[in-house]
């Protein structure tokens, strides 16, 4: 197993369940030492070669005018320079953000409709820095403290429904119930209703339509056209997807109008949304309904799968290494309440923080390269440091923590299913744009 610097509190080892997936990296022909392919220095690469953050040291000299230059979410930061200038950025300050740059590349744009201009497809860096200032004072820590209840009952509901389905299946699906959580959390926060699937205990046609974002998303990126393809070529695969396209926006659209409306005209008696302060704000500080319809649907798409996913092969990496159960077990029991514990406590286990680390760098949701465009004659990379930006960090994080530590504190004796054939072939990682398991599925059982 190869060591790497420790985490601010635990290493790998201690962990126990870091691996790297042969064939991903280079070797150093010097040292012997495993590295990034020549030419290209990914974060997600560099994480699993197992360095972090505070460790990331490397310096290549990129040729030509593009290259791909991945990070863990939108936002992330690295330092830019020309080959002459010892660290300075282009525009003589160290440390300026890739995006000043290396300006997104139109692979972005592909990705979302023709027209859609969202906080992560814009490429506009005035539009994107507009999108952050006026969209991060919802997704702050403090605000999703008001958002805590709603977030912690439909965790606390997905738990209940586990426990239901391993007593009348013998197991339970957690890649079902984690994206009825993420799903259903996301869409109460942003539209004001969740989407019920916990409730209804099945899927609906927007759900089965989110499920298939991912997919239609590459679609999108190798046919740029296929809305107006869809028009005259008779291709299921086309007329599906677009048919899914036009339902995912007129719903948003009209769940954003709705709940604005509501908002506007009695706020008192409606659910506050992450959009809510911008309903009332100066006519500089809002967002138009589309902006908020497209940043909705980016916050809807970002927030389900990512999350869920994780979940999901957090519960089966740790039921598959008895020494990290019993010691996350050990933490959840020494310093949690039995009852009415919350995220400020969850944030300070060590030990289940790291598990969620190891998670994250072993299974990144979104471990996609997303291309920037490099400037004419190349440039060299300092990669001195990566600050990780994404917008949603702080949510992903409250959601993580607490089903994790609820799941684990609900089922102490869960392991992995056989049940219907269930293996480790279906937890092989597929990616259109977004990591899920190859079989949709991951039953546990835990009586």
């Given at each position: 197993?190869?060591?790497r ?14 691996r ?35 460790a990331?040291?490397a ?12 990070g ?15 660290g ?6 160290r440390g ?10 139109g ?10 201009s969202s ?12 999108y ?33 389905e ?15 959580m ?17 409730e ?41 997807a677009?048919?899914?396209t ?11 109008a ?12 409606v659910?506050a ?9 100066e ?24 999350t ?14 008895p ?5 996350l ?58 600050a ?12 993580l ?8 504190r ?7 299913s ?15 744009f ?10 546990v059982?835990?009586y």
């Open positions: 197993m190869l060591q610097r420790a985490y601010p509190v635990l290493s790998t080892t201690s962990i126990g369940i870091g790297v997936r042969p064939g991903r990296c280079g070797v150093d022909p010097a040292t012997g030492d495993r590295r990034p392919a020549a030419g290209v220095f990914t974060a997600t690469n560099a994480l699993r070669l197992g360095m972090d953050a505070p990331i040291r310096v290549v000299h990129v040729v030509g005018t593009r290259a791909a230059v991945a863990l979410c939108v936002g992330s930061r690295l330092l830019s320079s020309p080959p002459s200038s010892h300075m950025s282009d525009n003589g300050r300026a953000p890739i995006a000043n740059v290396y300006l997104k590349a692979f972005y744009q592909k990705l979302v409709p023709p027209g859609v906080v992560f497809s814009v490429r506009d860096t005035d539009l994107h820095r507009r952050r200032r006026l969209l991060s004072g919802g997704m702050s820590e403090s605000s999703l403290k008001s958002m805590y209840p709603a977030i912690e009952a439909n965790v606390n509901l997905a738990i209940q429904n586990m426990r239901e391993m007593e009348k299946r013998g197991a339970a699906d957690v890649f079902k119930w984690w994206m009825f993420a799903t259903d959390i996301i869409g109460e926060l942003t539209f004001g209703e969740s989407f019920r699937m916990l209804q205990k099945k899927k609906n046609q927007y759900s089965l339509d989110l499920e298939n974002a991912p997919f239609i998303g590459a679609l999108r990126a190798t046919f740029p056209s296929f809305l107006y393809i869809s028009k005259f070529l008779p291709l299921p695969v086309f007329k599906r677009a048919a899914a036009m339902r995912h926006y007129r719903d948003a659209e009209e769940s954003v709705r709940h604005r409306r509501l908002e506007l005209a009695d706020p008192t008696n659910k949304t992450l959009f809510s302060k911008l309903y009332k704000a006519d500089d500080e809002q967002l138009s309904l589309k902006e908020t319809r497209d940043n909705a649907l980016a916050y809807i798409v970002a927030g389900s799968d990512t869920s996913n994780t979940l999901t092969y957090l519960v089966w990496a740790v039921c598959r290494h020494h990290v159960k019993k010691a077990l050990n933490e959840l029991a020494s310093f949690l309440p039995s009852h009415g514990f919350g995220d400020q406590e969850l944030k300070q286990l060590p030990y289940l923080n790291g598990v969620i680390d190891e998670t994250l760098r072993i299974y990144g949701a979104a471990a996609s390269a997303l291309p920037r465009v490099v400037p004419p004659g190349g440039r060299l990379l300092l990669v001195a440091a990566l990780v930006t994404c917008i949603g960090v702080h949510l992903a994080r409250m959601e923590r607490l089903a994790a530590a609820k799941f684990f609900a089922f102490p004796e869960a392991n992995i056989g049940l219907e054939g269930m293996s480790d072939e279906d937890m092989e990682p597929t990616m259109y977004l990591l899920s398991p190859k079989g949709k599925r991951c039953l059982q835990a």
